[in-house]
């Protein structure tokens, strides 16, 4: 066998079907009709016209005749908070009877509720009640999810809510990318002392959980009622000394540059950006950071400010969206839902929602070199739809087209 020549041996193909590639180079969903897909262990060896399937390749183990489905990339959810204790259902109820966030919180509420539920759970614990969230998501076609830290707020809490996160990957069959977010709000005994938070929680914290290996990226929170751009910097310092890759909740309540101090250390991702202004999204994409739009947390506040979408777009920024699923402001599980918020809210078109779902959503994680495109030599996360065409994943509300979700080549029903 040439170098060039692929084997058939453990070659599986799935054929007749419709492909929405996400590839960059071909339309702005890389679309190729009458498609075929090749895949051999758990990589994608082939991926293309199926009257182009190169003979090597003709005479398959299995074939899966998909009756002329459309495929797309396995999704990606980008941004969650699915790890962590409790829940605030009873704060919504306070809401809606017309109580105050400052009012909760005075009452305990508030993310303070979060954090002592969170801190009260061992790491099974934390798992067993992530699972549901995580299984919400991936009978939706994900395949990807990236999990957040930050409701533990003390070093043994926050390595806890990352082993949690770890274990998820060993006992569903999804990629688990995980963040470490020690810098998400003070607690309480560090009131007015950030600084003495971050030297004395946050960066040997980060430390240890790098030295076990529980994190892939660092986020924080820059915002007036959490820390500042300089507080910030402080922590992506640290991150930067691990060789560590940062990103960051910015620009969601009010403008401190929050965004362009992310661009200044070629961060992954800024996140939210709903007060981001057209010099900060220039500093993203001039960086190359992706722009996390997270319409759950706008629905779920009522907010009335928008991301500016025509100042990313001007600027040639990167767009994904995410859940943003959290106990508080986004108890959001559907990304197929978040797709037609952010088409409905934001005014993101078809090609926005599903490459922010795939291919920007993976640039956001900094693992588009492995997945989020259906194309040779990535793995082989797929999802197979009972669809008529594309825009039905973002126009229907609460329904689930899904027929099949392939991750690293593995059939699993949904």
Same mark, same amino acid.
Request: aromatic share 6%.
């Given at each position: 066998?040439? &170098?060039?020549?692929?084997?058939?041996?453990?070659?599986?193909?799935?054929?007749?079907?419709?492909?929405?590639?996400?590839?960059?180079?071909?339309?702005?969903?890389?679309?190729? =009709?009458?498609?075929?897909?090749?895949?051999?262990?758990?990589?994608?060896?082939y991926a293309g016209a199926e009257n182009e399937l190169p003979s090597d390749l003709s005479m398959p183990d299995e074939?899966?005749?998909?009756?002329?489905?459309?495929?797309?990339?396995?999704?990606?959810?980008?941004?969650?908070?699915? $790890?962590?204790?409790?829940?605030?259902?009873?704060?919504?109820?306070?809401?809606?009877?017309?109580?105050?966030?400052?009012?909760?919180?005075?009452?305990?509420?508030?993310?303070?509720?979060?954090?002592?539920?969170?801190?009260?759970?061992?790491?099974?614990?934390? $798992?067993?009640?992530?699972?549901? /969230?995580?299984?919400?998501?991936?009978?939706?076609?994900?395949?990807?999810?990236?999990?957040?830290?930050?409701?533990?707020?003390?070093?043994? *809490?926050?390595? &806890?809510m990352l082993q949690a996160a770890r274990q998820l990957e060993q006992l569903r069959p999804v990629r688990i990318v995980t963040s470490y977010l020690a810098a998400h709000v003070t607690?309480?005994?560090?009131?007015?002392?950030? *600084?003495?938070?971050?030297?004395? $929680?946050?960066?040997?914290?980060?430390?240890?959980?790098?030295?076990?290996?529980?994190?892939?990226?660092?986020?924080?929170?820059?915002?007036?009622?959490?820390?500042?751009?300089?507080?910030?910097? /402080?922590?992506?310092?640290?991150?930067?000394?691990?060789?560590?890759?940062?990103?960051?909740?910015?620009?969601?309540?009010?403008?401190?540059?929050?965004?362009?101090?992310?661009?200044?250390?070629?961060?992954?991702? *800024?996140?939210?950006?709903?007060?981001?202004?057209?010099?900060?999204?220039?500093?993203?994409?001039?960086?190359?950071?992706?722009?996390?739009?997270?319409?759950?947390?706008?629905?779920?506040?009522?907010?009335?400010?928008?991301?500016? $979408?025509?100042?990313? /777009?001007?600027?040639?920024?990167?767009?994904?969206?995410?859940? =943003?699923?959290?106990?508080?402001?986004?108890?959001?599980?559907?990304?197929?839902?978040?797709?037609?918020?952010?088409?409905?809210?934001?005014?993101?078109?078809?090609?926005?929602?599903?490459?922010?779902? %795939? /291919?920007?959503?993976?640039?956001?994680?900094?693992?588009?070199?492995?997945?989020? %495109?259906?194309?040779?030599?990535?793995? *082989? =996360?797929?999802?197979?739809?009972?669809?008529?065409?594309?825009?039905?994943?973002?126009?229907?509300?609460?329904?689930?087209?899904?027929?099949?979700?392939?991750?690293?080549?593995?059939?699993?029903?949904?």
């Amino acid at each position: 066998m040439s &170098r060039n020549e692929v084997s058939t041996k453990g070659i599986r193909l799935w054929r007749n079907v419709r492909l929405a590639t996400l590839r960059e180079e071909l339309d702005p969903l890389g679309v190729i =009709d009458n498609g075929a897909v090749a895949v051999r262990e758990g990589r994608i060896v082939y991926a293309g016209a199926e009257n182009e399937l190169p003979s090597d390749l003709s005479m398959p183990d299995e074939v899966i005749d998909c009756e002329g489905r459309w495929m797309t990339p396995a999704l990606i959810d980008c941004h969650t908070h699915i $790890v962590h204790g409790g829940h605030r259902a009873r704060e919504f109820q306070l809401r809606l009877e017309g109580a105050t966030y400052e009012e909760i919180a005075r009452a305990g509420g508030g993310i303070a509720s979060t954090v002592n539920a969170t801190n009260a759970l061992s790491v099974d614990e934390l $798992v067993e009640s992530a699972l549901p /969230r995580l299984d919400a998501l991936l009978s939706e076609g994900v395949s990807t999810v990236e999990v957040k830290s930050g409701y533990g707020l003390n070093i043994d *809490a926050e390595l &806890r809510m990352l082993q949690a996160a770890r274990q998820l990957e060993q006992l569903r069959p999804v990629r688990i990318v995980t963040s470490y977010l020690a810098a998400h709000v003070t607690p309480p005994a560090y009131k007015g002392r950030n *600084a003495d938070y971050i030297e004395e $929680v946050v960066l040997p914290g980060l430390a240890r959980a790098h030295s076990e290996g529980l994190v892939d990226a660092v986020d924080g929170f820059c915002e007036g009622l959490a820390f500042s751009p300089a507080e910030i910097a /402080r922590v992506f310092d640290g991150a930067k000394a691990l060789g560590l890759p940062v990103k960051l909740h910015a620009e969601q309540l009010s403008d401190l540059g929050g965004a362009k101090l992310a661009a200044s250390y070629g961060a992954l991702s *800024a996140d939210h950006l709903e007060y981001l202004d057209a010099e900060g999204a220039n500093a993203m994409a001039k960086a190359g950071a992706v722009a996390v739009l997270l319409p759950g947390a706008f629905y779920t506040l009522r907010e009335t400010q928008l991301p500016p $979408v025509e100042a990313l /777009r001007a600027a040639g920024t990167r767009i994904a969206i995410a859940t =943003d699923c959290n106990p508080g402001t986004s108890p959001l599980t559907s990304l197929l839902l978040t797709m037609n918020m952010s088409a409905t809210l934001f005014r993101l078109t078809l090609e926005e929602c599903l490459a922010g779902v %795939t /291919r920007e959503a993976a640039r956001a994680l900094g693992i588009l070199s492995e997945t989020g %495109t259906i194309e040779a030599g990535k793995s *082989a =996360d797929l999802a197979t739809w009972n669809i008529d065409q594309p825009a039905e994943l973002i126009y229907r509300i609460g329904f689930n087209p899904l027929h099949e979700r392939i991750f690293k080549g593995e059939r699993i029903s949904r």
